[in-house]
């Protein structure tokens, strides 16, 4: 009987373990919430209305379709038991295992205040992404109409709470549409009312990358109009307004959340040590101590390498790690002669809108302006996972980039909220 | 002062009007529900997974960008009042008019039964469209996953109610979408276990169009394994099943409404004759019975033409009427010497599936097959209105129908049920 692997998350790094092993003599089973894998990196651009959906997903069941030893199933997750090794779903029930990868990555975290969430939602999925979309559209079209010059005001002031990669470019991105886009297509409004603050709770934005970028990023960011408030954190959020620790209040109708991560809760279900963000302290090999057939990798491991310390939560982390938990059980290596996962870093990206990047590498190698924007639009595109999408998106990219018209600019109400249960 | 036009629907007629007015000494101001231009011709390609919204709608500021005698407001009129020249909407109250276009379109109908809309969702808005194609998907996933084989049929058959041109469209596209996309993606199903059934209320389908070409369509619609139930109305619509006036009961848990039109409810407030679907009765200007300074178009209204009878419901008509008003108001014509509307018939079509149409010209011109496709997707391609999108649409169907693979089969499920109301 050939053994069963179940890989929970078809991201990044669950997606790799599976392709690795494609062809092979495993019973490969791929759990994942939704029917696909995202290519997270540009997700902020479905959220702010420059690519569609199906530009940056692919359908899991259409990747892995023609190779008869993987199997997808739909549901979620809801608990692990090591010692039976079997995989709870909410849906399906009980799965057994012989081995386990989990790669579910990690949802926005509000550091315990869950009610924050309807006011600010953060961006992780493209439900995620259409919901910040529909509120950005929304807001424009509100400011339009309000009679009040300070409702307006609140309508067109946009929030970004953290100032990693993903916030600076959703902030950048909002001020670049809000300059060239909204300002074009509602003439009513005075463009210096639209706002973009980027609040970042240490003392400098991109804090992971190397402090010269940072101070780039941050010229670039204000070059577009980006207020920053650095050192400050949120203390409350409300669907009109934020407060900062410094006690300034700042009416705002529209708050995206890009500060906290959280791994599944879930995750606590295995019994073993996790750490703050919830995520499970691995072994050298990726493993679960005392669970050799156990993996853990992505967003939701806690890797602690001797020489850098914790490895960030980056897409390349997930995949080399996904490579390497797969060459492990294509070889059936024992416990004992694993070698350890060794991170290969090519350096860290993060764009501020058009023409405009910071690029660190290894060796202390920096580039900034133009060139690390190439290099990140070269990036991107190579890594998106079918060619199909990397034409889509390309061309997409070259109309907006003349036109200064993103076509997904579209308002979709949802008119069902009566829907059949998706449990009957 | 100039001369105020309020037009109400951003459809293919109540966008002509607007057009066709740009650069005029009217002041106009185009209202809708929604922010965008629909193609609605391609909608059932949105709900069955091949295009994105972003191929088939165009913000309508983006289009009305640069012509600075013509306003945007994204609202719902809820009623008219034609003594004081005024129309009401939602959230910005009253506005007052010179002229008034009404375009507003129509909805689906479900003959009284309201209760049926849950259960049978029509197809007339992009939410309309993406709430079939996630019941679609979510669909083959339940079935992917059903213990009992009963179940497993219930989620594999799919149910079209209606026989017009959007029914067959529909039921073509899902049964194409059955045999060749889902089949691969889901090996565990019987490919045979997959049922497209489609009912019609009167003896034939696409009854406007000539009975032999109802005869060609009905062929090419078995050809694609759809099953036709003719001359069946339906009596009940539950979620988990059909009845038919026959007895027959369907199980079935996904069923699209394509049957009845009505126009919007608050057409009653203008307090003139109604047909009995809800359409103002026009005069042969297209004006309102003793209001000479309104106008009704497209779906919305109820056009008897002396050699025709009533005009249909196309895009083309909304069009002409369209351009027809547009040029009564800027040639200031009083009500005695207006001439009537006459509608020029192009022609009509409806495809049933990859190089399978039917198309139907004055004259007793009738066309089927390859040749009859490529005419529909040249027409529908060349009306897509602006170039962008029909560079993407091209580019969607020429992957689609190499690949079968379509790109925007994407389950979105909504995360944000608690979402701020839009009218705070």
């Given at each position: 009987m050939p053994k069963r692997v179940v890989v929970v998350g078809g991201g990044f790094g669950g997606l790799q373990v599976v392709r690795s092993l494609r062809n092979t003599p495993f019973a490969l089973t791929l759990i994942d919430r939704t029917n696909h894998h995202l290519f997270q990196p540009l997700l902020y651009q479905v959220a702010t209305a420059a690519l569609s959906p199906a530009d940056i997903a692919v359908p899991l069941r259409g990747i892995v379709r023609g190779y008869s030893n993987i199997g997808v199933l739909l549901d979620e997750v809801i608990g692990v038991q090591l010692e039976q090794r079997r995989v709870h779903c909410l849906r399906s029930g009980a799965l057994e295992y012989d081995f386990l990868v989990l790669a579910p990555g990690a949802r926005h975290w509000y550091f315990g205040n869950d009610d924050w969430e309807r006011c600010a939602p953060g961006l992780k999925s493209l439900a995620d992404a259409l919901e910040i979309r529909r509120r950005l559209l929304h807001a424009y079209e509100q400011a339009a109409i309000a009679s009040e010059p300070e409702t307006t005001r609140a309508w067109t002031t946009f929030v970004v709470v953290g100032g990693g990669p993903t916030g600076v470019e959703v902030a950048g991105a909002l001020a670049e549409i809000g300059r060239h886009t909204m300002a074009k297509d509602y003439p009513m409004l005075d463009p210096r009312s639209i706002r973009i603050i980027l609040i970042e709770a240490s003392s400098r934005i991109l804090p992971t990358f190397p402090p010269p970028l940072s101070a780039k990023a941050t010229v670039a960011l204000e070059e577009l109009g980006v207020e920053l408030r650095l050192g400050q954190r949120v203390i409350d959020v409300e669907c009109d307004a934020i407060t900062l620790e410094s006690g300034e209040q700042i009416p705002t109708r529209t708050t995206i959340w890009a500060a906290g991560n959280r791994a599944p809760?879930?995750?606590?279900?295995?019994?073993v040590p996790l750490d703050h963000m919830g995520r499970v302290i691995v072994e050298?090999?990726?493993?679960v101590p005392g669970y050799p057939e156990v993996f853990v990798i992505g967003d939701a491991a806690c890797y602690r390498d001797e020489r850098r310390g914790e490895l960030p939560a980056l897409a390349p982390v997930a995949l080399q790690q996904g490579r390497f938990v797969a060459r492990l059980l294509r070889r059936d290596i024992p416990l004992q002669k694993r070698p350890p996962f060794r991170y290969r870093n090519k350096g860290m990206l993060a764009t501020i809108g058009r023409a405009r990047a910071v690029a660190a590498f290894p060796g202390g190698i920096k580039l900034h302006g133009v060139l690390a924007w190439l290099l990140w639009a070269g990036v991107h595109i190579a890594f998106l996972i079918r060619f199909r999408n990397r034409a889509a998106v390309m061309t997409e990219w070259l109309w907006y980039y003349l036109t200064f018209q993103p076509r997904a600019r579209l308002l979709i109400e949802t008119a069902y909220t009566d829907t059949p249960s998706p449990n009957p």
């Open positions: 809760a879930w995750l606590r279900t295995l019994g050298r090999d990726c493993s």
